[in-house]
T-cell receptor
Framework: NAGVTQTPKFQVLKTGQSMTLQCAQD?????MYWYRQDPGMGLRLIYY???????DKGEVPNGYNVSRLNKREFSLRLESAAPSQTSVYFC???????????FGQGTRLTVV | QKEVEQNSGPLSVPEGAIASLNCTYS??????FFWYRQYSGKSPELIMF????GDKEDGRFTAQLNKASQYVSLLIRDSQPSDSATYLC??????????FGKGTTLSVSS
């Protein structure tokens, strides 16, 4: 049982490059989330998808876009990476919104 | 801005002692509350959740909720060095997703 799987685990980008972080869950969950975690800042919500076909902004959406491809997959895209986007990114899923969420292993992104 | 507040610590306790971790939240409409444990370099792992006022026990862990005071706590009895981690409090926020505090770092010395 894989749970929530994120790819890649590590990535280094140059300023201005674009990339997509992939996330897939096999728990048949309806809701999926993207958080970023920075030292001293805790986990901050970037975007979430309450159900397939819907997405909503969280606390820090600027510079990001998301796609809920199907019930299993929720991707996060950085169109033009900036050093301020250097962070650890976590994808999570839950059976429905506002109940316990389960996290992927994280993607450590460095923008130089 | 609705917030979840935690003392960043570090909280240091000797092995075998009780560790008490605290969290306050600002959204009175919050209905469910969660504690996650995060080891360095790892992802958050759910420990407990609580929905009703009072205490909820699971092994060495007890979650306590006081909605009137907007306060939730986690007690860890018989603390072990393996409990050394960062503990994240999370609160559901109406209309969005779980909102997390910044976490409290716990250090258990043997």
């Amino acid at each position: 049982n894989a749970g929530v799987t994120q790819t890649p685990k590590f990535q280094v980008l140059k300023t201005g490059q674009s990339m997509t972080l992939q996330c897939a869950q096999d728990m048949n969950h309806n809701s999926m989330y993207w958080y970023r975690q920075d030292p001293g800042m805790g986990l901050r919500l970037i975007y979430y998808s309450a159900s397939e076909g819907t997405t909503d902004k969280g606390e820090v959406p600027n510079g990001y876009n998301v796609s809920r491809l199907n019930k299993r997959e929720f991707s996060l895209r950085l169109e033009s990476a900036a050093p301020s986007q250097t962070s650890v990114y976590f994808c999570a899923s839950s059976e429905r919104r506002k109940v316990e969420a389960f996290f992927g292993q994280g993607t450590r992104l460095t923008v130089v | 801005q609705k917030e979840v507040e935690q003392n960043s610590g570090p909280l240091s306790v000797p092995e075998g002692a009780i560790a008490s971790l605290n969290c306050t939240y600002s959204d009175r409409g919050s209905q469910s509350f969660f504690w996650y444990r995060q080891y360095s370099g790892k992802s958050p792992e759910l420990i407990m959740f609580i929905y009703s006022n009072g205490d909820k026990e699971d092994g060495r862990f007890t979650a306590q909720l006081n909605k009137a005071s907007q306060y939730v706590s986690l007690l860890i009895r018989d603390s072990q060095p393996s409990d050394s981690a960062t503990y994240l409090c999370a609160v559901n926020q109406a209309g969005t997703a779980l909102i997390f505090g910044k976490g409290t770092t716990l250090s258990v010395s043997s």
